[in-house]
């Protein structure tokens, strides 16, 4: 009854408060959790659907992880109110081909992180929608919106906000339940 997270940021900067996010979750997993982030999202090239019956390696690595997977958890930013380009690019990859959809019956967890007041909400809620359509069962809170990001990682890149630590082992403590819960219905309708 282990159950397995693959992290994914929405960001590729070296920097990335949203990667931070992600590090950061590793240091508040539940016990009989484990979690990988995926590093590699910025090796994935531009979708294109000629080459999306024979994907590149590495989105055949994504597409594994992702089916080994438990549950996702997305650290993503706001860039223009919606999602990196970046982010919505390797989702595409991963959901096709058409019924080769990677994602279909995961269970997902969002959280995101801006510098901005709005701490990433309006991406947040792109990335739920196109979730949703992906089958994906998608946790419903706490909403982890780290707004004001700059405050809130010391110089090392380590989480010092006490609230965004509570609220994303909330988070996590819910996708466990969700997780548990979905496959047991599972178990059912199989
Ligand atoms: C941004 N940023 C931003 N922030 C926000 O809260 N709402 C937004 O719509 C946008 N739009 C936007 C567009 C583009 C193209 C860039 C590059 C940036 C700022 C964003 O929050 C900031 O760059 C974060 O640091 C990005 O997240 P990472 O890379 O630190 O994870």
């Known amino acids: ?35 990988e982030i995926f590093e590699d999202i910025s090796q994935i090239p531009p979708f294109n659907q000629d080459e999306e019956n024979n994907p590149p390696q590495v989105v055949k690595d994504l597409k594994r992880k992702i089916r080994e997977s438990d549950a996702i958890l997305f650290a993503t930013p706001e860039y223009n109110r919606s999602i990196p380009g970046v982010l919505k690019n390797a989702i595409d ?8 959809n990677s994602f279909n019956g995961k269970v997902a967890a969002i959280m995101s992180a801006s510098i901005g007041m709005l701490g990433g909400a309006l991406a947040h809620y792109h990335l739920k929608q196109i979730l949703s359509f992906l089958n994906v069962n998608v946790v419903t809170g706490p ?30 403590t819910n996708l466990v339940d969700y997780v548990k819960m979905v496959k047991s219905k599972q178990v059912v309708s199989l």
């Open 1 to 35: 009854s282990h159950i397995k997270i693959l992290g994914i940021p929405g960001s590729i900067r070296k920097n990335s408060y949203n990667k931070l996010l992600l590090k950061a979750t590793l240091n508040l997993l539940p016990q009989g959790v484990e979690m």
């Open 93 to 100: 990859w991963a959901s096709r081909p058409y019924m080769d």
């Open 143 to 172: 909403e982890v919106f780290v707004s004001f990001a700059q405050q809130k990682f010391d110089e090392n890149g380590n989480l010092v906000d006490e609230n965004s630590k509570k609220f994303i082992s909330q988070l996590l």
